[in-house]
Structures are given as C-alpha cells and as structure tokens.
C-alpha cells in the first residue's frame, strides 16, 4: 500500500529578551546555576508577575513577519502540572487568546518549489527551569537549576500542512531564518534557543481522514528531526502493515543513539486545567502601536533573498544560503561591499568560511575572519595575484590570525606567475626534459590526448614550485603541443 | 447534584491532594453545591454583553526589558528543604 505522511509542528522559540517573561532577572546563557532565579521565578509566596514589553513586542513582530492577525487582547493562562523544574505548580501560557492568529509561512523546496504552510496561531509563554539526573550531587536524586525558569518563549503551533521530512525541515529553517532576521531570536539551536515537537502520522493514499499521530519532542537540530522523522515514519507504516495500531502518545528521540522510545500515552495524559491567571490582566495592543513595530520590521528573508538577486545577480540557490541568516546575510554585504565581486565572494562565504565554521561550531560573529579579510583574499584572487589553491592556504593564514591577506602572501612567497614570458620558458623546460611524455602524447589517439594533458601540468606546476597560474599553463601547454604535432 | 467518585479522585490526584475515602462523599456534595451556584449564574441573561477576560476590567501594565535582580542564590538556597552544588535537591525524576 502507498502511505501519506502528514506532519505538523510546534515549534519553541525562546526570545532574545535581556529579562525574563514576568521578572527582572536575567536570561543569559550558560551563567552558574540557579544565579538568575529570582523569587519571582522561584514562586515565592506574595510575588507577582509583571509581562515583559518586550517580549509582547517580539511576539507581535513575529506575528507581522508571518503575516497573521495579531491578539489585541491576549490572555495568559495557568497549565497545570507538577514538575520539579516548574516551581509555581503551573506554567504560565496562553490559550483561548494567543498573542498571534492564524499565518502563513512560505518554504522553498530543494526542486525549486514553494509551499505555504499554515501557522494555526502562536503563544507567548514561561520556559521551565532544568533538570539534572547526575551531576556533583550524591546519587537517587535530581537537581534542579531555575536559571532559566521563566525565560519567554513564542510556541508557534503550524496545521498539518508537511507531507515528508524535507517539507518538515524546511519549515523549521525558514522559521530560524524569519525569528533571527527579526532580531528576536538568538537561533542557538545547540542552546536550545528553538525546539521543535513534531506531530506525526499516516493515512492510505487517498485518505482524507487523518490517521493516529504520535509527538515527538524536544528535537533540538535540523538533522534529529529530519531523522526522527524518517524512523517513526517507517515505525508507524510497520506497525500498521503487521495489522498494528498507532496509539497516542509522545515519543522522545534521542539524536546520539538514535534510538525513540514512548514517554507517556493519551491514557496517562495529564489534564491540565486551564484558567485565566488571576495575577495577570489582559494585555491589550494599540493599532498604533502595532504599526509602529510593523514600520520597524528588520528585512525578512524572503525579500532579502530577492534583493540580493536583483543587486548582486546571485543564482536563487546562492541568495536562498546567504540570505536565510541574518548575520551571514549582512556579511556577505558588507565583504561584496570591499571586493567588489559578488558571485566569488557568495562562494567564499557559502562555501569556504561557512564550512570552516560548521567545523569548529562556531557562529559567524565569532569568526576569525572579518568580512574585510575576506575581502582582501578575494580581490587577489579576482586579480590573478593567487592561485584557487593558494587562496586557500591564505585563507587558513587568515584564520589562523597571520595577518591580512596581502601579509600572507608576501610572507610566505605565494604570489603566482602569470608573466606569460616566463611561464613559456617554464613550458618549454618541461617539454624540452620529457621527450617520453611529449612522444606519448603525440602517438595517442586525438580524441584521448586531453587525458594527457594532467602529467604535463603536474610537472610544470612542480617546476614553478606551484605558482605559476593554471589557467594561463594550460593555454600556453596546448599551444605549444598543438605546434609540435 | 453530586459528582463522580472517579472524578474526584482523578481531581485529587492531579491536586496531589490526599483525599481519604471516607470524604469522597461529602467533598462530592460540596463540589457538587459549587456547580449549581454556577448553573444559576448561568441562568442569567447576557446576551448582547462580551465576556471578562479578568474580574477587574483593566489591561496589564508592561515592565521595561532591564535586568534588576541581583543573584540572591545563597539566601533562597538557606530556606531550601535541600541543595548541593548550588542546585535545589528533589526526589529523583525520571521521565
């Protein structure tokens, strides 16, 4: 039987707030444990909450970005649950009037395609503190940080619009690319800045009815959820072609092992009795005020993208890379900004830098290389001044910190030969001590000659210590060859 | 009216309420009672009248994004029941 997969996503973005949702206490990263949980996110007895501006404001912005209704009166609400991490009891939230409507997403496909995807609504929401189940604490019990009890957090809620891991990967990278071109969101994945719960089930081709689904949480890269997918996926169909049942239930996957196993089902479900939290009045947004934020709107990826096609002349595919992040977007700009050659700088940074980066995990704003480096590089290599090869033992120079390109490629002698004089003396050199190679080029098939050709540049290039310019080599070479035959 | 002794309990266990079996009975009276209350509330006419989002009719003040906690870890984690290595210490926690 052909099956259907039908996914849907919930996506957990924590704001780039400095503050928490509904306290003054900080929401840095990786600070010791427990230093930035105030009484407030600690539910002292006789505290009270009071909302974060900006954290409304991010959620409106967001809500702009995707084009949705925004909730000009949203309502927070209590879920209650018991949880160590969650010290009140409940995690403050919203429900019945969510600070954003219903929206629209648009995602590119690798075929070139696009698709939208529904946005149901999103929320604005506390994130819950962490717990640790080892650490250098004696053994039989947990402990609990509350750094980041409290830490505001948008849960965008998307229809079951994606039909296979790619539309489901897609969406979760435009959804990066929108909430880090905003502003309002750091996207440190690894920090667990996003998250994504997936909803997934399978029908019957044909079916229209939607079969039982199970959540898959906390999946914190585009990588685990594209393999998490793929494996409940295949579990399910399985399931259901051995005349299986799907049961409800939340699953959890783990990215190291890959290996998911069920964490609770619908049976067990809590219940969490919603109500309207007493200690929070209705926040209420003025249509000036929402203007104001939409006159303000950062450029979105989609029209970045587009401009960059239209100012740079980049493919699709090369402005869809630089433009879907912020930062690489901006860097990318400001390096073409020096050069003055943008398709070469656009794979630089795509290819080279990006690559470097992922390597060693680090972000572009912490890279070794600035933008104006990179710039110097690439101008020496638009003039001829360096080899493609050499331009990337420069370009580890630069990383490395030895300075700027032009530093480098004195120091260390790599400028290329393109004097056509000399590189004839150094053509004819080679042809003149290899007599052998010449013949056998020459009694070799027309059609095969270029075959041939590789030896005859490996030694010339051998001869000019790797300097000489490979384009200008091969020229000369098959001049020089085509005049002896 | 009475509610469902099931009810209760399920209540109870997500209060993390300790209900003994010999209440049940009373508490489903008492409960019971509250739910008529609303039934006449419900009996009201409010047609043509919107909902309240709150008991009192204001909208909520909004603090500015600036950080004013100092790290008060050591005089919170003094009246913790437990901690080691500056964590608050629970029964262990399995998922």
Redesign the interface.
């Known amino acids: 039987m052909n099956w259907e997969t039908v996914i849907g996503l919930e996506v957990h973005v924590q704001l780039a707030?400095?503050?928490k949702i509904f306290?003054?206490?900080?929401t840095a990263f990786g600070a010791?444990?427990?230093?930035?949980?105030?009484?407030i996110d600690?539910a002292m007895p006789g505290t009270l909450p009071?909302?974060?501006?900006?954290?409304?404001d991010y959620a409106v912005m967001f809500g702009l970005a995707i084009d949705a209704e925004i909730g000009k009166?949203s309502?927070f609400e209590r879920k209650?649950y018991?949880?160590?991490d969650l010290p009140k009891g409940y995690q403050t939230t919203q429900l019945e009037?969510p600070i954003v409507g219903p929206g629209i997403v648009e995602i590119q496909l690798g075929n070139g395609d696009t698709k939208s995807i529904r946005i149901h609504h999103a929320h604005l929401e506390e994130d819950a503190g962490k717990?640790?189940?080892e650490?250098?604490?004696?053994s039989?019990?947990?402990?609990?940080?509350?750094n980041r009890a409290g830490t505001p957090l948008i849960e965008i809620v998307s229809e079951p619009d994606m039909r296979n891991a790619e539309d489901a990967v897609a969406f979760a990278k435009k959804l990066h690319s929108i909430v880090t071109s905003l502003g309002i969101c750091d996207g440190e994945m690894s920090q667990g800045s996003m998250r994504f719960d997936v909803n997934i089930s399978v029908r019957p081709q044909g079916e229209t009815k939607l079969g039982t689904r199970t959540e898959t949480k906390n999946l914190n890269s585009f990588k685990f959820m594209e393999d998490a997918i793929h494996l409940e996926v295949a579990r399910q169909i399985d399931l259901l072609e051995d005349g299986g049942e799907i049961i409800q239930e939340t699953r959890?996957y783990n990215g190291d092992t890959k290996v998911a196993r069920s964490?609770r089902s619908k049976e067990e479900a809590?219940?969490y009795?919603y109500f309207?939290c007493?200690d929070?009045?209705?926040?209420?947004i003025s249509d000036e005020h929402v203007e104001k934020l939409r006159k303000n709107l950062p450029e979105l990826p989609d029209a970045r993208q587009q401009r960059f096609m239209d100012e740079y002349d980049l493919s699709q595919y090369d402005a869809n890379v630089l433009s879907a992040d912020a930062s690489m977007g901006s860097y990318f700009e400001q390096a073409t900004k020096h050069s003055g050659n943008a398709k070469l700088t656009a794979n630089w940074v795509a290819g080279e830098l990006s690559a470097r980066l992922n390597a060693e995990t680090i972000s572009l704003d912490q890279s070794p290389v600035t933008a104006e480096q990179l710039a110097g590089l690439i101008i020496r290599i638009a003039d001829n001044t360096i080899s493609g090869k050499m331009a990337k033992q420069v370009f580890e120079g630069i990383w490395n910190g030895e300075g700027d390109a032009d530093q480098i490629i004195e120091k260390r002698g790599l400028k290329q030969v393109s004097d056509s004089g000399a590189l004839e003396a150094m053509v004819d050199e080679v042809l003149a001590n290899n007599q052998a190679m010449v013949d056998d080029y020459m009694n070799t098939d027309p059609d095969k000659r270029k075959k041939k050709l590789g030896g005859f540049m490996g030694q010339i290039m051998k001869a000019s210590k790797g300097q000489a310019n490979p384009q200008q080599v091969s020229q000369i070479l098959a001049q020089k060859l085509a005049k002896m035959l | 009216m009475s509610i469902e002794k099931q009810t209760i309990e399920n209540l109870a266990t997500l209060a993390r309420l300790a209900v003994d079996d010999e209440r049940v009975e009373e508490i489903s009276q008492r409960l019971g009672s509250v739910l008529e209350l609303v039934d006449q509330l419900q009996a009201a006419d409010t047609s043509g009248l919107s909902g309240l989002d709150h008991p009192l009719n204001e909208t909520q003040r909004l603090r500015e994004d600036k950080i004013n906690k100092p790290n008060m870890r050591e005089a919170f984690q003094a009246i913790a029941p437990d901690t080691e290595d500056d964590l608050y210490l629970v029964p262990k926690v399995i998922d």
Not at chain 1, 50 to 56: F, M, P
Not at chain 1, 280 to 284: A, R
Request: net charge positive; charged share 15%; aromatic share 6%.
């Open positions: 707030t400095k503050t306290s003054a206490a900080s010791a444990p427990n230093t930035q949980a105030c009484e600690l009071v909302v974060n501006k900006q954290a409304i009166t309502v209650n018991f949880y160590p009037k717990s640790l189940h650490g250098n604490f004696r039989g019990v947990s402990g609990i940080d509350l959890l964490m809590n219940d009795r309207p007493p929070l009045l209705p926040v209420v």
